[in-house]
T-cell receptor, first 117, second 112 residues
Framework: GAGVSQSPSNKVTEKGKDVELRCDPI?????LYWYRQSLGQGLEFLIYFQGNSAPDKSGLPSDRFSAERTGGSVSTLTIQRTQQEDSAVYLC???????????????FGDGTRLSIL | QKEVEQDPGPLSVPEGAIVSLNCTYS??????FMWYRQYSRKGPELLMY????GNKEDGRFTAQVDKSSKYISLFIRDSQPSDSATYLC????????????FGTGTRLLVSP
């Protein structure tokens, strides 16, 4: 597709279960980002990938959160032993490779709405 | 205190009004400033970005950055009902740091 694709669009699960969220970036975009948007909060940065490596994972809130990217394309965000405070919209964005000067716009998908019961 | 502060609104205006949306920030090292528009249940869409201080105009939209005051603005002229959305400001440091720091967003309602 032309844009960033995320799946599932909605996920409801019980507390304590593990969940996997998927992001398929725009073709040719080597940079990929995960953000979280909670009710009444702005977007919080979680992790940044350049290719398959993650030079910045400073936003991951706990060791229950992990992410990987394979083949320089699809990324998966995994949340283990989910808690109710994990309920949020998880947004993925992608961009062309960052460069020394100028801004490479981040293009967002529509997110996965995660609800923990 | 959050790094980026933004009034959540809602801001209600009649069609045709000029809208002013604002953010303040605390980190003087921010260099790139962006405005995103987010419709309900959709991802944010980039409207405009500005590097350092100054103004930038694109159609009905004008972005202003005042780094001395740590204050950024987005003006929308001749507002339309289709402009009704949440507007998020975002900013980031220099090229070595790619993460965006967002405000909480201002909900705008333009009535016909």
């Amino acid at each position: 597709g032309a844009g960033v694709s995320q799946s599932p669009s909605n996920k409801v699960t019980e507390k304590g279960k593990d969940v996997e969220l998927r992001c398929d970036p725009i073709s040719g975009h080597t940079a990929l980002y995960w953000y979280r948007q909670s009710l009444g909060q702005g977007l919080e940065f979680l992790i940044y990938f350049q290719g398959n490596s993650a030079p910045d994972k400073s936003g991951l809130p706990s060791d229950r959160f992990s992410a990987e990217r394979t083949g320089g394309s699809v990324s998966t965000l995994t949340i283990q032993r989910t808690q109710q405070e994990d309920s949020a919209v998880y947004l993925c964005a992608s961009s062309l490779a960052p460069r020394d000067m100028g801004n490479q716009p981040q293009h967002f998908g529509d997110g996965t709405r995660l609800s923990i019961l | 205190q959050k790094e980026v502060e933004q009034d959540p609104g809602p801001l209600s205006v009649p069609e045709g009004a000029i809208v002013s949306l604002n953010c303040t920030y605390s980190n003087s090292a921010f260099q790139y400033f962006m405005w995103y528009r987010q419709y309900s249940r959709k991802g944010p869409e980039l409207l405009m970005y500005t590097y350092s201080s100054g103004n930038k105009e694109d159609g009905r939209f004008t972005a202003q950055v005042d780094k001395s005051s740590k204050y950024i603005s987005l003006f929308i002229r001749d507002s339309q009902p289709s402009d009704s959305a949440t507007y998020l400001c975002a900013m980031r440091l220099n090229t070595g740091f790619q993460k965006l720091v967002f405000g909480t967003g201002t909900r705008l309602l333009v009535s016909p």
